[in-house]
């Protein structure tokens, strides 16, 4: 019998010992520390997948949308900005025009009336050797043609388009030859808009579907900079530029030789307007167009001026076109201004032509200047 109780003391202390085991193993799983022990802190496994949907299959890596590309927007044509110009010039210079009717329509034209038909126009700009050109000619039609309302409105408007010069060429000069981009240097002093205008000229480009790159050169105005990069992002168009305060010219060059590199249309290079003296300006304009002359020839130079300042535009207009060859002219802000005659003004002091005005602060509110229709929205 004591063999039989041996068996059974081994089998209790076999059946002890295995629960015991149980137990322990039991408490790591739950997170619980064994007794006398470190605390053992359970981590879930982190799943290398994520979970598969109900009736799918696994996941997988878990892919992030891409937030979708920014819509590109379309500028306008170039008819329907002919349009808005007659529309948006008539209202600032119908007054003009009204004044000068009325005069012209009086029953006799004595030298006090020719008087104030003169200080009519300089007060809206024109200029003196403009207006006594303009009022001699209206001086000698008038006396053979007659001067009821309509025939006085008929002659002065042939007489305002022939001031205006209508056999100008007003074409932007925007592509070059043998392959190479046309390159358009935009200048003029801080405050006329020239930036913008920049940004509104790429536009009118895209529209005609040219491909454009885009030089922020005036490096001293960090919003500039800005200002043009967030106008070439509207319509597509790369922007290049460089740190803050950096040498206008290497930007312009850089843009110049991508421009060249990657076969566009056109390269537009906004410069620094800064006019404290005549002789830093010629020195930064002339080294910008020196450089981008290494990679191709600058095919227009576009001088942007504010056409509320008047005479003070005209003083501005002086300094540039001695430092640089001014090609064309981007009279800004006419919506604005009473004074029209400033058109008149700086072609005749300058002897090239307004390519281009701005009759407002919409992206697409610059229009090719027209001399028929500015002479039709004077005169209403």
């Known amino acids: 019998m004591e063999w039989l109780y041996a068996v059974i003391g081994i089998a209790v202390v076999g059946v002890l010992l295995i629960a015991g085991l149980v137990t322990r193993v039991g408490r790591r799983r739950s997170g619980q520390a064994p007794e006398g022990g470190t605390d053992v802190i359970s981590r879930p496994e982190r799943p290398d997948t994520a979970p598969p949907e109900e009736g799918g299959e696994p996941a997988g890596d878990v892919l992030v949308e891409e937030p979708p590309a920014p819509t590109l927007e379309r500028p306008e044509g170039r008819q329907s900005r002919l349009v808005r110009l007659r529309e948006r010039l008539s209202r600032s210079q119908g007054l003009l025009g009204k004044g000068l009717l009325a005069l012209l329509s009086r029953d006799r034209l004595d030298e006090d009336t020719w008087e104030d038909i003169e200080d009519t126009l300089l007060t809206a700009d024109i200029g003196v050797q403009p207006t006594q050109e303009l009022v001699g000619n209206l001086r000698t039609r008038l006396r053979v043609e007659g001067t009821t309302g309509e025939e006085a409105r008929t002659v002065l408007r042939e007489e305002l388009i022939s001031l205006l010069g209508p056999d100008m060429d007003r074409r932007l000069q925007v592509s070059g030859a043998d392959g190479q981009p046309g390159v358009v240097l935009v200048v003029g002093v801080n405050g006329t808009g020239k930036t913008t205008t920049v940004g509104k000229i790429a536009r009118i480009l895209v529209a005609e579907d040219k491909s454009v790159v885009l030089g922020a050169a005036d490096t001293f105005r960090a919003a500039a900079v800005d200002q043009l990069a967030t106008w070439g992002e509207r319509v597509g168009v790369e922007t290049v530029r460089g740190p803050e305060g950096s040498d206008p010219a290497s930007v312009a060059f850089d843009a110049v030789k991508k421009g060249a590199e990657e076969g566009v ?10 006019l404290q003296n005549k002789a830093g300006l010629m020195d930064e304009l002339g080294k910008v167009k020196r450089v981008i002359e290494k990679t191709a020839p600058v095919t227009e130079v576009l001088l942007v001026i504010d056409a509320t300042t008047g005479q003070n ?10 430092v640089v060859d001014v090609t064309g002219i981007v009279l800004t802000k006419l919506d604005g201004s009473a004074k029209g005659g400033i058109v008149v003004a700086v072609q005749k002091e300058l002897g090239v032509p307004v390519k281009l005005v701005g009759i407002g602060e919409g992206a697409d509110d610059l229009a090719p200047f027209s001399p028929e229709a500015f002479a039709d929205a004077i005169l209403g």
């Open 265 to 274: 249309d056109t390269v537009l290079v906004d410069t620094a307007g800064r």
């Open 313 to 322: 535009g005209l003083i501005q207009a002086r300094v540039f076109s001695e």
